[in-house]
């Protein structure tokens, strides 16, 4: 909005204009602000809102991308690893598309595979609003590995129990590759329990257990030596052991839904849907987000609903909740098919506790 008002003279008169403008029309018009010109007072519409970022987020080991509501310029970029003060701003380039509302990023180096890093800077919008940003980031991962779900255990041993035993997530690895960026979790607890893969190079074929609890101090196989792992009794020598160091919380349900994540994509690796009930609905939202999108992306067949999940009703220390179309999942994998990642309620059956190797038949 801009009005001229003409034949206004004098220093004082033009500030008395401009106040008494202000009184009366804040309330009813948008912010304006006064600036002398050669023919009058022009009251020019300016906007006090800072810009919003829409989304931000890592596309290469180098590359960043920020998107807001309205142009932008990016000023005073920095990045920096997290807990240490070194701060690396040289070689940084930024691009804008051509409505300048998205902004790559390119670092002067790349950042490593699921470390932790924070981005800084300010962002300028066309009316010279600002906003000062610190966004964290994990660096990404160009070499993602293709797990699948194999093997689940809920329930654990209590403390009198000479061998304790805990619950369990057994994973198996379609395609090697690095595990960092990947999360597991469940519909139940959702934010509150979220296992993080640490950044771990592994091979295709591999199992990788993950246990809920760590009892005897056991120690997560990085690295290529998989018989570190001594202590606990679900602990195999033959296979990658992770632990949740000291937890005593919950991860997953008899009734829920455990998905594994890709948390840079969002893309859902996996998931199985289990329940004691088929009667019963689901009590949670996330429940049926997961259990939706787990349908929509095809990882699991049948409906959404705990009618087509799993039947872990007999679930517990020694009978655990088992994939039995692995072999046939391999195959499709291989061939390239489009649907290859995919199981349903008569795919998973209960049977003897396997952690780490083939499953065990019903």
Known sequence: MRIYVKNVFGVLRYALFCAGLAAGVLFVVAPFSCTLTDEGIAVVAFDRSAPKILSFGTTQCSVLAIACDEPITLMDVACKKAGESDVFTRDIAITYDETRRNAKITLGRPTEI??????????????????????????????????????????????????????????????????????????????????????????????????????????????????????????????????????????????????????????????????????????????????????????????????????????????????QNIAEVVAAYAAGEARAVTAGKADWMLAAASPGQKNNRP
């Open 114 to 323: 699921g470390e932790k890093y924070e981005l800084s800077g300010i962002i300028v919008d066309t009316n010279n609003n600002t906003l000062a940003f610190a966004l964290p980031f994990t660096g990404y991962n160009d070499h993602l590995a293709r797990v699948i779900l194999s093997e689940l255990r809920h329930g654990h041993s209590g403390a009198d129990v000479k061998s304790r035993k805990a619950e369990f997530v057994e994973m198996y690895v379609l395609a090697g590759g690095n595990l960092g960026g990947l999360e597991l979790y469940g519909g139940y607890y959702g934010n509150k329990t979220r296992y993080e893969f640490p950044a771990i190079e592994v091979e295709t074929g591999e199992y990788i257990t993950v246990h809920l609890r760590n009892y005897y101090g056991d120690t997560d196989e990085r690295g290529t030596v998989l018989n570190q792992s001594s202590a606990s009794p679900d602990a195999n020598n033959a296979a990658r052991d992770l632990w949740v160091a000291g937890s005593d919380e919950g991860y997953f349900t008899k009734n829920d839904v455990v998905v594994i994540v890709d948390t840079v994509s969002g893309a859902m690796q996996d998931a199985v849907l289990l329940s004691e009930d088929e009667n019963k609905a689901w009590s949670r939202t996330l429940h049926k987000t997961l259990a939706n999108k787990a349908v929509s992306t095809g990882v699991w067949q049948g409906g959404a609903e705990r009618s087509s999940a799993a039947n872990s009703d007999k679930m517990g220390i020694s009978t655990t909740l088992s994939r």
